[in-house]
């Protein structure tokens, strides 16, 4: 993983200093709220409906033992104990001190990590695909271009005050695992003809009050033109975005009212001025940056399939666990393993510190010190032996975190909702918790098969409901939460955005709906193999409304 340089040093610790001054000046009365809030969202604070949160940057979801370690600290002195994994890839600690947050970023500083741009109308946190650099699909490890993109990002004096918050993912593997295609930028590492590394670019993707799937304006653009081609698209959506209404203030609103082949023009035009200039990335500053993402010797380890024969023989449960959490590596002797942070009836994402503890132990000692953020909420071990499966698997059951549901229908992701966020119209965390508990059965989760649960408890869409299997968004309703639920959305190389089924549901209603809705499904499968999203959209949406409804006229 990248390492810090002196600049990079001596940046993060000036930058805690100022933010220390900033909050004794507001403790004492000096700064008024107003002042002090957009130097707190520069620094990742928020105030939410209780207390502040401190959203922590995890740069494309790469972490090292040492600093998730320091991340169990920061939840065990700071705050409650325990901390939130986002769909951003990032953490959020929701209950600290406000005089305490100083602190906290000193910590964070000594390993090599902070909050800056995690809020604000900014580019945000680069996402990735959560297996690069192990994934047997894969092209180009992305994390590279996503760094190089970080440091070009990080306090960029004309793109610090955008009219919006701005985000980029990039995958570097055939199957899009960074959903891409609901971001402002989404890059697709390639390659061309003659074999050379580029990228296909797709602009204007997000989901929030309006859902749009980003469209492809460039099938190949050379790796040397990255950030030449990066900033003429952002420097276009600065220069014409709209600032009147935040409601339309993002790129993809920009990119539907210009229209896409007229945006194109301009972006290519602007391109067309930066390419030959000092933006243009020289090959062996590529591949500095590369070296630092180099994969981990991985020695033979042969022994782990006879192994694994055995145990998966011996236990039904570690055999169900292999079988759904871990996936297959570039090297067949080792297996990315995704630890769930979804055990049934728990709050999705959410990690105490003693469990964030033992994973970096787990990973230390067995998965090469490095531990990866999903944008699904959960983390990975890219790098472990089959040979090594059983005993990573024993230490996350003693941690309640070895459960055998990545993708199945209980592996939902939630946002905080109303528990948390004075955004949110509704609570997400208590009805992920009912859902789980309803199909938490492994036997039935295995004869469902993959279905993506996705809730959010407003319209910002932060649990990603659009592009869920099934979607479901909390609103208010003549002062009671309801929930509307979208059916047919997915966030991979395959991107939709769900329909509308129909009116929403109370809450003690919901969990009954979703029965209906996989009991429909079950029932017109063409067999096992065909999934959830599959059937779906093989028959449409009349079936699951009839089960739900009855009739037309009962679902408006």
Known sequence: MYRYDEFDHAFVTERVEQFRDQVQRRLSGELAEDAFKPLRLMNGVYLQLHAYMLRIAIPYGTLSSRQLRMLAHIARTYDRGYGHFTTRQNLQFNWPKLSDIPDALADLASVEMHALQTSGNCIRNVTADHFAGAAADEIADPRPYAEILRQWSSVHPEFSFLPRKFKIAVTGAERDRAAIQVHDIGLHVKTNDKGEIGFAVYVGGGQGRTPMIAKLIRDFLPEEDLLSYTTAIVRVYNLHGRRDNKYKARIKILVHETGTEELTRQVEAEFAALKDSELKLPEKDVQSIAAYFAPPDLPERAEGWENLARWKKADSGFSRWVQQNVQPHKNPDYGMVTISLKPIGGIPGDASDAQMDAIADLAEEYAFDEIRVSHEQNLILPHVALADLEAVYRGLVAINLAEANAGLITDIIACPGLDYCALANARSIPLAQEISRRF?????????????????????????????????????????????????????????????????????????????????????????????????????????????????????
């Open 440 to 556: 938490g059965d492994a036997e039935r989760q295995a004869e469902i098969g993959e279905l993506k649960i996705k809730i959010s408890g407003c319209i910002n869409a932060c649990g990603h409901h659009h592009v869920g299997h099934i979607g479901l968004l909390g609103v208010e309703k003549k002062g009671a939460e309801l929930y509307q639920i979208t059916l047919g959305g997915s966030g991979d190389e395959h991107t939709s955005i769900g329909e509308i089924i129909g009116r929403g549901f109370e809450p003690d209603r919901v969990t009954d709906a979703i029965e209906t809705i996989v009991d429909t499904y079950l029932g017109l499968r063409l067999d096992q193999s065909e999934n959830f999203l599959a059937a779906y959209r093989r028959v449409g949406p009349q079936p699951f409304k009839t089960a739900l409804y009855g009739s037309a006229a009962e679902a408006a």
